[in-house]
Structure formats: structure tokens, C-alpha cells
């Protein structure tokens, strides 16, 4: 019941049928579901099918807790109230419940397929009604798509995902639609103009063709990459407006024709005032969803890690740099299991979360997500990846830990790099 309560709250997050569907938003959906998942999780626990937590949850429960010792200090005190407790416990929750309820990596699978195909649709939709703000494409359906920049980076992470499913496919259908939804993608960036957005969907299909086209050796997809790179060409010399907003990134926005010249100028001054925000509040901040009231520019940061630092303090900061290292570290200590050499979907589906989270680690640089939900479904869903990797690898024939103390630790503490890994390499770094 936990885990179908959690693929129905992913859809419900990133789909938002409340948006569309009149009068569905007098009903908290995502708040019911979220609500019968941490029932069945509780109930999970009592049951005594508990499993050690990955350090990257008991990170974000410290990050939590930091945040909690916030509130007193903050700027306003109310507001900071608000986000640490009625925002970001959404985050640990879903993160926890991912963790823990996903078992095989066909649920993982399950999972992604959830996120990747309600991206697709959310991008579809959002093309196909074609809402617009200052000739700028919004998401069709509302909350955190509402914004040019935000729809752009979600759709950049999400693409990778996407590609991955296209190349997992089996028939030429699902290759058909996975492939649409890839070009739509691809599309709805452009049609945003989002200069971030742009840089997030760079870094995803740079990594996509390394991973899938020159590592998997497939030929093609660097055959189509060069004909999208042809087209895309075109079109920017066809319209002389995006050609205008990406030439900005290189002039500092002062770039005629660009239509938001000071934009850049704007956002490099949110980025001082952050900086000189954490300079005079290092350790507990102006509190969090405070930076806008505090500085009185009544804008956000747009750079997640100088928002962290600036409304939570550096202790923040800090803590979500680890949990992003983290993640990515689960990435490559999954490439050494030998699950990954032996599973063609794992080491596609890998590549796929790797490209996902450089994309947002871009985008972060550009847009404030510290408190949304997705940075947090991608952390857990490594942790997940990492773990059904490493049951899913046939243990050693030789498995008894190192006669060493500090030997042993490392044993324990870094399996599938030390029994699968160099392990003379493991001992000199760790």
C-alpha cells in the first residue's frame, strides 16, 4: 500500500490534475496520498522491516533540524515558520519513503517511470496549450511550472530519464512515444528561453551522448545529436531574439534585442546580497523564505546554494553540498558492483540519474529548488539504486572482513568499492 501510495503521490506532484480539472483543487490530494503513505510507512516500521539508513537521510534530518533552530533568529520568524514546517518536511518524508519502501529495482524502475512520463506530458501540454508569458512558454499546469526558468531546468533534469526509457524500449511504438516526448522536451526548452534552462539541457545531453552514444556505442544517437545540433543552429540564426538572451550569457546581459537587459545585472546583485547576508548571519541566517523580506528586493536568490547559505546559514549550505555528494557518490560506487557490468538497464538507468543530477547541479547554480521535492526524489532514488545494486551483486567467495580494525571499518563501510574495487586505492584515500 506504501509504495502505490508513493507512485500516486509522484504523479499527483508532477502531473497536478487540480490544475486542469475544475474543482479537484478544493481537495488536498497530494496531502491525502502523502498522508496513507506515511501511515503505511509507520506501519512498516512497527512491523519491524526497518533497514539501515543511507547517511545522505540522516544528513537531511540534521539539515531539518538545523532549519528548525533557525526559526527563532529569522527575520521573520512567521514566514521562516512556515517553510521549515509546512514545506520542507515534505522533503524528508518522501526521501525516507523512497528509501525504505523501494525494494527491487523494478520498483526503482517503476518510480522513474512515473516522474519521466508525467514530465512528458506536463511538457506536451504545456506546448500544445500554449500559455505564454511575455512570449515566453509556462507551464500549463500551474504551481512550481509556473515560471519560465523553473519548467526549463525540470524538463532538462527529467530529459535524461526520458532518453533512458527510450533506449530501454522493446518495439517500435514505445520507441515512437519515448522519442516524441524526448523531441517535445528538447522543444519546450527553446520555447521557454530560459538561459538556465539552456545550460541545465547542455550539460544533460552532453552527458547522455557520452554515456549512451560514445561509452554504449551507439552510433546513431551521435548522428541524430549532430542533425538536432544543425537544426538548432538554424533556428538561432532564424530568431534573432533566443540568439539575442543566449549571447547575453557571454556579454553580462547587455546584449540589445535580448528583451530582459537587465536581468543578469539583477540577478548578479541578489547573488552579493546573499553573499553579504551570510557574511553577517554565517551560522543560523536571515531563516528560511526570508531572503526576499529581509534584503526587501522581495525576490528569491535564483541560486540554490547561496539561498541555503544565506537564509539557513553555511551549517546548510554545507549539509546540502554533502547530500549532493553523496548522491553522487552512490552513482559511482554502483559502477563498480558487478550488477552494473551484468544489467543493461542498470547501467543505462545509472547513466541516466548521472546525467539527471549534473543537470541540476547547473541548474541550481540559476534558480532556488533547496526546498522543492525533486533535488530530494533524486538523492533517494541513488540511495535505492546503490542498495538493489549491491544486493543484486553475487558476493565475493572470499567475504570475511580484513583482520585490520581500520581495515574492517573500511570493509564495512565502502562494500562494493573495497570488495569489487582496487582495494590498495581504498586504503590509501580513505
Known amino acids: 500500500m506504501a509504495y502505490n501510495a508513493l507512485l500516486l503521490f509522484t504523479c499527483l506532484y508532477y502531473t ?16 491525502i496520498i502523502g498522508g ?21 537521510l540522516k544528513l537531511m534530518v540534521v539539515l531539518f533540524c538545523h532549519l528548525i533552530l533557525t526559526v527563532p533568529f529569522a527575520f521573520w520568524p512567521g514566514g521562516a515558520f512556515a517553510v521549515v514546517f509546512e514545506k520542507f518536511p515534505k522533503t524528508v518524508i518522501v526521501a525516507f519513503l523512497v528509501t525504505l519502501l523501494v525494494d527491487r529495482f523494478e520498483e526503482l524502475r517503476r518510480l522513474l517511470w512515473v516522474q519521466a512520463a508525467s514530465l512528458v506530458v506536463l511538457t506536451i501540454s504545456s506546448i500544445l496549450i500554449h500559455r505564454m508569458d511575455n512570449g515566453r512558454l509556462i507551464g500549463a499546469l500551474g504551481g512550481i511550472f509556473e515560471n519560465p526558468n523553473d519548467l526549463a531546468i525540470n524538463i532538462s533534469i527529467n530529459f535524461p530519464l526520458c532518453i533512458g526509457f527510450l533506449l530501454a524500449a522493446r518495439g517500435i511504438g514505445r ?12 522543444v519546450g526548452v527553446v520555447m521557454t528561453y530560459s538561459r538556465s534552462g539552456l545550460l541545465a539541457m547542455v550539460v544533460a545531453v552532453v552527458i547522455c551522448l557520452w554515456e549512451f552514444g560514445v561509452k554504449g556505442k551507439r552510433v546513431y544517437l551521435l548522428a541524430i545529436a549532430g542533425l538536432l545540433c544543425v537544426v538548432g543552429v538554424g533556428y538561432l540564426i532564424a530568431n534573432p531574439h533566443y540568439l539575442a538572451r543566449v549571447e547575453s550569457l557571454l556579454h553580462g546581459g547587455n546584449v540589445e534585442g535580448s528583451a530582459d537587459k537587465g536581468s543578469i545585472e539583477a540577478r ?9 547576508e551570510t557574511i553577517h548571519h554565517p551560522i543560523v541566517g536571515i531563516g528560511p523564505g526570508n531572503f526576499g523580506a529581509a534584503t526587501g528586493t522581495w525576490h528569491v536568490t535564483h541560486n540554490s546554494y547561496m539561498e541555503f547559505a544565506s537564509e539557513g546559514g553555511l551549517p546548510a549550505l554545507f549539509l546540502f553540498l554533502a547530500i549532493l555528494y553523496l548522491a553522487m557518490r552512490n552513482i559511482k560506487r554502483t559502477r563498480l558492483l558487478p550488477a552494473y557490468r551484468d544489467g543493461p538497464e542498470l547501467r543505462l538507468f545509472t547513466g541516466a540519474l548521472w546525467a539527471s543530477l549534473a543537470a541540476f547541479l ?5 534558480a532556488s529548488f533547496e526546498y522543492h521535492l525533486f533535488p530530494y526524489f533524486m538523492v533517494a532514488y541513488t540511495s535505492v539504486l546503490y542498495r538493489v545494486a549491491s544486493e543484486a551483486s553475487p558476493q565475493p567467495a572470499d567475504d570475511t572482513p580484513p583482520k585490520s580494525s581500520a581495515r574492517t571499518q573500511l570493509w564495512k563501510r565502502y562494500p562494493g568499492e573495497y570488495r569489487y574495487g582496487n582495494k590498495s586505492k581504498i586504503e590509501a584515500t580513505r
Open 16 to 31: 497536478r490534475p487540480e490544475d486542469l480539472i475544475p474543482g479537484l483543487n478544493h481537495i488536498p490530494l497530494e496531502k
Open 175 to 186: 520507441k515512437l512515444i519515448w522519442g516524441v516526448g524526448a523531441l517535445a522536451m528538447l
Open 268 to 276: 548578479k546583485q541578489l547573488l552579493m546580497d546573499s553573499v553579504m
Open 362 to 366: 547547473v541548474g541550481a547554480l540559476f
Open 36 to 56: 496513507i503513505a506515511l501511515i503505511a510507512l509507520i506501519s512498516t516500521f512497527a512491523s519491524g522491516r526497518m533497514r539501515k539508513l543511507p547517511l545522505e
